[in-house]
């Protein structure tokens, strides 16, 4: 009998809302850069969570590679993502209070993951995100899961989108996934730019109520695992 090998990947979660003690300390593990863009940011709430997701970031990857969290030397490669020359694969989301972090061991896999709180969006963004074959799929569902619908779309693709860097940048309606509550994650269509189809996987998740969440990689046609951490 022969296994199928499969692609591990960790996916942490955790809140972002911190009381002082906490901000200030994970704060004191941030680089001069990451300090820089958290002075940047307008309202204070968004700086706070911006400190506790990259903090925390900072502890987990301290984890996998044994080097202290504030020493860690996070840089960006051509597309400006986040990454270690010396450790694992990560990507790193947050939305709503919470943030998630996919790390895989293997360095070289392209890997995303995105999250989003479910919310009221105006009907008229549709089709500026999704391709002809998503959007006949949201029009099969009942109007009540249309908005369900239309996240799944979002976190999967842009899961896709942040692994090979592109972000909102890239073209978000090359893409085509499945969104369906409740349906497995398929990735149906990709662009050319980004190779094969079989060289995809996905995994869709939530990290709690109201909220849907898609982590994507690259394998080059292996199966992947997940494991939820906290």
């Known amino acids: 009998m022969t296994f199928r090998q499969t692609l591990a990947i960790d996916l942490w979660h955790w809140p972002i809302d911190c009381d002082n003690?906490?901000?200030?300390?994970?704060?004191?593990?941030?680089?001069a850069q990451e300090s820089a863009r958290a002075g940047k940011f307008v309202h204070e709430r968004d700086a706070r969570r911006f400190v506790a997701g990259r903090g925390r970031m900072r502890e987990i990857l301290s984890l996998y590679t044994g080097q202290p969290a504030g020493a860690l030397d996070i840089g960006g490669d051509r597309f400006a993502k986040p990454r270690l020359s010396d450790g694992p694969a990560f990507n790193l989301s947050h939305s709503g209070g919470w943030a998630v972090l996919a790390v895989v061991e293997d360095n070289s896999v392209a890997l995303g993951v995105d999250i989003e709180l479910v919310r009221p969006v105006d009907a008229e963004l549709y089709p500026n995100v999704l391709s002809e074959t998503e959007m006949a799929e949201l029009e099969r569902l009942p109007p009540e899961a249309r908005q369900r619908g239309f996240f799944n779309a979002w976190t999967r693709k842009e899961a896709i989108l942040k692994a090979t860097g592109d972000g909102l940048d890239g073209d978000i309606k090359a893409l085509s996934v499945s969104l369906t509550p409740g349906k497995p994650a398929r990735l149906?269509?990709?662009?050319?730019?980004?190779?094969?189809?079989?060289?995809?996987?996905?995994?869709?998740?939530?990290?709690?109520?109201?909220?849907?969440?898609?982590?994507?990689?690259?394998?080059?046609?292996?199966?992947?695992?997940?494991?939820?951490?906290?």
């Open 188 to 230: 149906l269509a990709v662009s050319r730019s980004i190779g094969k189809l079989r060289d995809w996987r996905l995994h869709a998740f939530s990290p709690g109520q109201g909220f849907a969440g898609a982590i994507a990689a690259m394998t080059r046609g292996l199966d992947i695992s997940v494991r939820h951490r906290d």
């Open 21 to 31: 003690a906490q901000t200030a300390a994970l704060s004191g593990l941030l680089d």
